[in-house]
């Protein structure tokens, strides 16, 4: 940002009046030179103001200063990163999530950013947070979560069109998803995890969710009842063979394995592995594997390398049957841990019409 030219008399005392500091510091040198010699690092330069009018950025290496009229200012030009901190944002289809982002900046124009902006890393954090909140708006919960990359790139390029007229220039954008407050109020169009997990559990546990439970959960009303009682007359069957005393993920596998089918393989062409933490703290890996065949299911690893991986705990697993837990935030919160491709495991859903 250039000043403006100065007139014959404005230049006449400048001139002056830098003579005179230059004839001070000869003066009283050496004893001067400890004030007015200054060090400048590789990786800053100092912008120098003699008499309120800014000179060309200074250094590295060793700076003089004229007593009196100089000021100076230091711009680091390294690599620097803040948090923006995580707020409340709205998502479209209604979800209320809590959301933050690491931002990665370094100035390019020592001028610019002292000249344009009192405040540079208060700017900055601000730039990144209304960009965030614009971007979180226009996408619904499923967008959010499988495209934070993009999303990311997206923030980088609308931070930096702003930033670059400060001389500062992002260089990395990281969005994170802290936790999942409120879930949509709207469905998507699109099967989602959630929807996916809540409704296999309630068709493969059946009536008998009460005593998988251990007698924890209350009655559930009559709608419920309804909709479990209409998938299968041997329902009540499966539910007896889930008891108490047998693995709780053990006991869903047996009830899905007269549903296996090579239509079922066709249309979902994927291996699962359940890992479950047992409360003795041992784990017990389970596979569904409908990559071949009419499909398999079983305790152990699959034969060959599972697609998605889903962890969890037995305990937060009953607590998900029981509704005590939401399967999304249980997701978000990372008790339940989806290892590969999310979009495969959605295919669950067609295990779901299998069901029916």
């Not at 226009?138 to 007229?165: F, G, H, Y």
Request: proline share 8%; charged share 20%; with cysteine.
């Amino acid at each position: 940002m250039p000043d403006a030219p100065q007139s014959w008399p404005s230049c006449l005392c400048h001139g002056l009046i830098s003579f005179l500091g230059f004839l001070l510091l000869l003066v009283t040198f050496p004893i001067s030179g400890w004030f007015a010699l200054k060090i400048v690092p590789t990786y800053e330069r100092m912008i120098v103001f003699r008499l309120g009018r800014i000179r060309t950025p200074q250094g590295p290496g060793m700076v003089l200063l004229l007593p009196f009229i100089d000021s100076f200012q230091r711009v680091d030009l390294r690599t620097r990163a803040f948090s923006v901190p995580p707020c409340k944002l709205a998502s479209k289809d209604g979800a209320v999530l809590s959301v933050g982002a690491d931002v990665q900046f370094r100035i390019w124009d020592p001028v610019l950013s002292v000249m344009t902006v009192k405040d540079l890393n208060t700017a900055t954090r601000m730039t990144a947070q209304n960009a965030m909140t614009k971007a979180l708006l226009k996408r619904p919960l499923r967008e959010i979560q499988m495209e934070k990359l993009k999303i990311s790139d997206q923030l980088l390029l609308e931070i930096n069109d702003v930033t670059r007229a400060w001389g500062l220039e992002v260089d990395r954008v990281e969005l994170a998803v802290e936790a999942v407050l409120q879930p949509p109020q709207d469905s998507p169009a699109g099967p989602n995890l959630d929807s996916t997990l809540q409704q296999l559990a309630l068709h493969f546990l059946g009536g008998s969710m009460n005593s998988v439970a251990g007698g924890a959960l209350s009655p559930g009303p009559a709608d419920t009842v309804e909709m479990v009682s209409e998938v299968e007359p041997p329902a009540p069957q499966v539910g007896a063979r889930l008891s108490p005393k047998k693995p709780l993920a053990e006991g869903l596998l047996t009830a899905l394995q007269p549903f296996l089918s090579e239509a079922l393989v066709n249309q979902v062409g994927a291996c699962y592995q359940f890992n479950v933490v047992l409360p003795s703290g041992t784990q017990s890996t389970y596979f569904l594997d409908l990559t071949t065949g009419q499909g398999r299911v079983g305790q152990g690893v699959p034969d060959g390398i599972p697609d998605v991986v889903v962890e969890m705990a037995e305990a937060d697993l009953r607590a998900l049957l029981c509704r005590e837990l939401r399967p999304l935030g249980a997701y978000m919160s990372g008790r339940l841990k989806v290892k590969g491709d999310l979009a495969v495991a959605m295919k669950l859903e067609a295990v779901l019409r299998a069901l029916k």
